[in-house]
């Protein structure tokens, strides 16, 4: 596609559901980060693929974040049992080459998690 | 653990008026992203410094990069309300993930 897609855009959860946010990143691109954004702050790292491969999870913060990559094109972060501190910003990149050299993201528009 | 400041977090300025962003970070890097958020909508990458004294322009904005002191600086040239937008730098490494600071939101008034 033309750009890194992200859906739902908008997602409001009662705390202890689970929810699923999907990355449609650009054709192609060997690399897929996932960032999170809280309000007034910097997106915070989660985790990054290189095509299926999860070569880094450090950034995940508790063992109800999980993410997949099954083909190495579209990706899923799923939140389980989700909590009020969980509300943020999910930010999906990709990026056409492994990591290395300049290695420049194009970033979706992110995914708006609430939780009430 | 790799820490990146940005100062200001919040900068007003008059159309036309100079002003310089600082990001400093606290260990040593190969690589420094800026990029632009404007509100509700996805980051764009403007600059990538990739070796101490690296200075890359575009229009108005100008990036640079000193590796020994571990700081860059974007400056704004005769600013205009166009580039009122929060503008975050970023520390890459080649493990992938890269490390923001919490970001310069700009407003310039006329």
């Known amino acids: 596609g033309a750009g890194v897609s992200q859906s739902p855009r908008y997602k409001v959860a009662k705390r202890g559901q689970d929810v699923a946010l999907r990355c449609d990143p650009i054709s192609g691109h060997v690399s897929l980060f996932w960032y999170q954004q809280a309000l007034g702050q910097g997106p915070e790292f989660l985790t990054y693929f290189q095509n299926e491969a999860q070569l880094d999870k450090s950034g995940l913060p508790s063992d109800r974040f999980f993410a997949e990559r099954p083909e190495g094109s579209v990706s899923t972060l799923k939140i389980q049992r989700t909590q009020q501190e969980d509300s943020a910003v999910y930010l999906c990149a990709s990026s056409l080459l492994a990591v290395s050299g300049a290695n420049v993201l194009t970033f979706g528009a992110g995914s708006r998690l609430t939780v009430l | 653990e790799l820490k990146v400041e940005q100062n200001p977090l919040f900068l007003s300025m008059q159309e036309g008026k100079n002003y310089t962003i600082y990001c400093n970070y606290s260990t040593t890097s190969d690589r420094l992203y800026w990029y632009r958020q404007d509100p509700g909508k996805s980051l764009e990458s403007l600059f990538v410094l990739l070796s101490n004294g690296a200075v890359k322009q575009e229009g108005r904005l100008m990036a640079s990069l000193d590796t020994k002191a571990r700081l860059s600086t974007l400056h704004i040239t005769a600013a205009v309300h166009d580039l009122s937008a929060t503008y975050f730098c970023?520390?890459?490494?080649?493990?992938?993930?890269?490390?923001f600071g919490d970001g310069t939101t700009l407003t310039v008034k006329p």
């Open positions: 970023a520390v890459g490494t080649n493990a992938g993930k890269s490390t």
